[in-house]
């Protein structure tokens, strides 16, 4: 076989049931869909029956790296964890972005991908070790927890491996558990439960197979702009009370981006730490039911952490059951649990225990949110929808009656929009640190965000925050950037590098992503060519969407509420450092949207002009023939025109 560079050039696919395995060639599939998430939704749109459960032992298991992991392009090598999720609502296309060194093992054990069918007849981990695949019992390791397990295979394979393995919600099926790795790296969307349904305890990577890199010197040069570009950054770590920092974490070849990193609690109890939402998880509980912030919200994500729970769902839960409460829908009888001590240490260990146990309230949680609501009945699931997308994503995150661009996001995306959001919202944080600060602790000034926008969104337009003038170019860019971004598998809390410490300008650079691309691989791919690759990829989600039942304009649509609830409030940290909710308007001049709704008839007009921008139909938001023509998708064509999802 040619050298590869950037991959192995295998995939492996592996049937539980059989115990057979087979190889798949990376190169199939690398010219048009890059890697990562191009990968996982072509495999997905060719082989994924819409009447599959989600955990039928025919539903896929994919795990995905893209072309940078095992190179050192910098804070490249995350990898995805995939299939149909039984956590979204309906159970739907699914992916979970998973940090650590796991990625780069499965690579250096001779593998760029996993797609695991079929279901173990007692319960197996899989251990990968230079180019061969082993079904080992895993007997001895169900029923323990995620950290005990990744320790004693850690113990059994030594340090050249590392694991992906299950707690005891994957075992459970429990739908919001999920899947651990090395230093608390994780992967949602419930396919822990995945694993679970097929008896599959963990995934050990052990080798030493190497990656080549195309271009070398080329990666050298613009790994080594990206340091000076990331220079003197200021790692805001959430600064809490009677937590120690041992040591910063960080994925193989990250210069420490982000401030994940093991931590000490005032008990002595050493936990790892991540910048994300994990952290703030029973945050506000803890607030509400203390008075005043502690540690025990550090301790809360670790048990989460050591059932295999997803937090985000957890905290998804959290507002669910408070909102029952305050309706009357759920009393202490029928919950099982006394409420009134939400936010204590206690209660969040008897709340997971029950999820885990089925006990209770936990029986209705077990199956997430979305699905509690309607379980749970007398009104509960209306509350939801004050809350959760219709897929079962926070609705609040960032929302659009705030920023406008995020409607687009909203409306058109069904798996999780975070890194979209992400996009427009990180500089925009770091403006409001500006703000609030008078230019004290961050250098983004109005004029810096003007800078950005013409250099990384092409408008200024982009960061008036008051119109709606320009903004689903703004959302198109936007969307095939990250999509391209997740194909690659380059991390989202690095890329794109819009706001730059180094420089006196205080402006990233938008080449990079296509120039480590380009340096790894040796495909010639500019800015414009790397966009294409994620717009590609974006169009084949839109069809796998249709597919599942989520089609065109009729199904583009956003929570009402944006329509008719004013916002007054922000519980994160944009709303505690920026209360009036003061942004960038007009030539710079501030501007206030508090108090601001999402204006139903400008949304429908700037979704007319997302369509138009797309190539899709305008009326009905169907993609066209020509577009996906030009798309190098036509041999999609006539599967979308069975089911109606072209219009010509
Ligand atoms: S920024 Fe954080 S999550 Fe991203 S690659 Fe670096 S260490 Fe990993």
Not at 75 to 98: C, D, N
Not at 328 to 344: K, V
Request: aromatic letters at 10%; a neutral charge.
């Amino acid at each position: 076989m040619a050298t590869m560079y950037g991959w192995t050039g295998v995939m492996l696919r592996v049937n539980l049931t059989t115990g057979e395995t087979q190889p798949v060639l990376t190169a199939e599939l690398a010219e048009r869909f890059v890697g990562g998430r191009g990968f996982i939704s072509k495999i997905y749109w060719d082989e994924v029956d819409t009447n599959t459960a989600a955990l039928h032992p025919d539903s896929p298991l994919m795990f995905m790296t893209g072309p940078l992991a095992g190179t050192s392009a910098i804070a490249g090598s995350r990898w995805f964890i995939a299939g149909k999720s039984p956590l979204l609502y309906p159970e739907q296309f699914g992916l979970g972005s998973v940090g650590g060194s796991f990625g780069v093992k499965l690579k250096a054990a001779g593998y760029d991908g996993l797609i695991i069918t079929g279901k173990a007849a007692k319960p197996v981990y899989i251990y990968l070790n230079d180019g061969k695949l082993e079904l080992r019992d895993a007997a001895g390791l169900w029923g323990l927890d995620t950290f005990a397990t990744l320790e004693r295979l850690h113990k059994a394979h030594g340090d050249a491996s590392t694991a992906v393995c299950i707690g005891p919600a994957g075992e459970k099926l429990v739908r919001l558990a999920l899947a651990m790795s090395d230093h608390g790296a994780c992967g949602g969307s419930g396919f822990g439960a995945v694993m679970g349904s097929k008896n599959l305890k963990a995934v050990v990577a052990a080798g030493a197979q190497k990656v080549s890199v195309a271009r070398p010197d080329d990666l050298k040069a613009v790994n080594s702009q990206i340091r000076s570009l990331i220079e003197g950054k200021i790692l805001m770590d959430p600064n809490v009370e009677g937590l120690e920092l041992i040591k910063r974490t960080p994925c193989p070849g990250c210069p420490s981006g982000c401030p994940r990193g093991l931590y000490k609690h005032v008990s002595g109890r050493e936990e790892v730490r991540k910048n994300c939402q994990s952290v703030y998880m029973y945050y506000l509980w803890d607030m509400k039911y203390h008075g005043e912030s502690t540690a025990d919200p550090f301790l809360a994500t670790s048990l989460a952490n050591r059932y295999g729970l997803c937090t985000q769902e957890l905290g998804n839960l959290l507002y669910f059951l408070e909102a029952c409460v305050r309706q009357g829908i759920i009393t202490d009888e029928s919950a099982g649990i006394s409420l009134s001590q939400m936010g204590s240490l206690e209660f969040i260990e008897r709340l997971t225990d029950m999820i885990i146990s089925r006990k209770g309230i936990g029986e209705a949680l077990a199956e997430g949110t979305m699905r509690a609501g309607h379980i749970v009945g007398n009104g509960a699931e209306k509350l939801l929808e004050k809350r959760m997308t219709r897929s079962g994503f926070n609705a609040e995150a960032y929302n659009p009656r705030y920023f406008i661009t995020n409607a687009l996001f909203y409306a058109t995306e069904s798996t999780s929009t975070m890194n979209q959001l992400h996009e427009v919202c990180f500089p925009v944080m770091k403006w409001v640190m500006w703000y609030a600060t008078d230019g004290a602790m961050a250098p983004f000034s109005t004029e810096v965000m003007l800078k950005i926008a013409k250099k990384f969104w092409r408008n200024e337009k982009a960061v008036d925050f008051s119109t709606y003038e320009g903004k689903a170019a703004v959302a198109t860019l936007i969307q095939n950037r990250e999509y391209a971004k997740e194909n690659l598998v380059a991390c989202d809390f690095f890329y794109p590098l819009t706001t730059a410490d180094g420089p006196e300008d205080h402006t990233g650079d938008p080449t990079l992503e296509s120039r480590l691309l380009t340096a790894v691989t040796g495909i010639e791919c500019d800015e414009a060519s790397y966009y294409k690759t994620g717009e590609r990829v974006f169009n084949l989600q839109r069809a796998i969407q249709g597919k599942e039942g989520r089609a065109g304009r009729k199904d583009d649509r956003v929570n009402e509420f944006y329509f008719t609830d004013k916002m007054e409030e922000e519980a994160g940290f944009l709303g505690v450092f920026n209360p009036d909710f003061m942004l960038p308007g007009p030539n710079g001049e501030l501007i206030s949207r508090k108090g601001a709704v999402l204006e139903r008839d400008r949304f429908e007009k700037m979704l007319d002009e997302y369509y138009a921008i797309r190539g899709w139909d305008v009326k009905t938001g169907l993609q066209k023939r020509k577009t996906l023509e030009e798309l190098k998708l036509a041999d999609m064509i006539p599967g979308m025109q069975k089911l109606g999802l072209v219009a010509e």
